[in-house]
Each structure stands twice: as C-alpha cells, then as structure tokens.
C-alpha cells in the first residue's frame, strides 16, 4: 500500500498547557513533548496539528492557519459546537454554511489567534446523498 504525502501544520501557542486544554475540549488527544514542554503535538483522528511556544504573540495580530479538509464536516462542527465556544472575540467558533467556491465549512479561532478553517467538498456531500 502506498503511502499518501502530508503536510502538517505547525502553529503558534503562548501557552503549551492552555493551547492542549483547548484543543482536548474539541476532542483532540495529544500532549507537551516531556523533553521541556515547549511543543505540542495533538490529534484528532487523522488530523495532525503541532505547536510551537511563542510567547510574544499578540492574539488579535495572528495570521496563522490552516485549511483542514474533512469527510464529514457535520458531525465535526457539532462535535466542537458542543464547546459552546462565543460566535465573536477569540476564541470563537464561526457557522457552518455553503460557500461559494464549492465547500461546506465553518471555522474556530483558537485563544492565540490561530484560524482553523474546517470543510468539505460539497460534491463529496452530494454524492454521498445520492447513495442513501
């Protein structure tokens, strides 16, 4: 079987411990690296992201982020609904709606500022009606 390329994201965090409670919440598992707690490496399923300390970072000035394309955008979006994360302010969790470049997706700004774009091909979502 061969084996697919990846690209995993590699994010900015004030606070290692802060940024893996956040990201437990929304259902990831992971950990601080035990060599100094300076990086962090979280998944959920086969989604892979990992994080970096940087103190500095001023959350409202973040342009870090990541498109994270998924097979069931539904079922994620009510997974991290659950969190009942605000709709505005950071952090915060934006809604699920069609666009019109041909993808169902909503986000989630994390507390330092990382915007986590998560969405489904609406073909993909049409084809998987037609079967049912």
């Not at 060599?35 to 970072?57: P, Q, S, W």
């Not at 998924?70 to 709606?97: H, T, W």
Request: aromatic share 10%.
């Amino acid at each position: 079987m061969q084996q697919t390329d990846l690209a995993i994201p590699t994010l900015p965090s004030r606070s290692i411990d802060h940024t893996v409670a956040f990201y437990r919440q929304l259902g990831f598992e992971g950990s601080a690296h035990e060599f100094n707690r300076a990086y962090a490496v979280m998944r959920r399923g086969a989604v892979e992201i990992h994080f970096f300390t940087h103190k500095e970072l001023v959350p409202a000035e973040s342009s870090a982020g990541c498109y994270i394309r998924v097979q069931d955008v539904d079922n994620i979006y009510r997974a991290f609904a659950s969190c009942q994360l605000p709709a505005k302010g950071i952090p915060r969790m934006e809604a699920l709606d069609d666009k019109p470049w041909g993808l169902r997706e909503f986000a989630v700004i994390d507390p330092d500022g990382n915007l986590l774009r998560i969405g489904q091909l609406l073909e993909t979502i049409a084809r998987e009606a037609a079967k049912t």
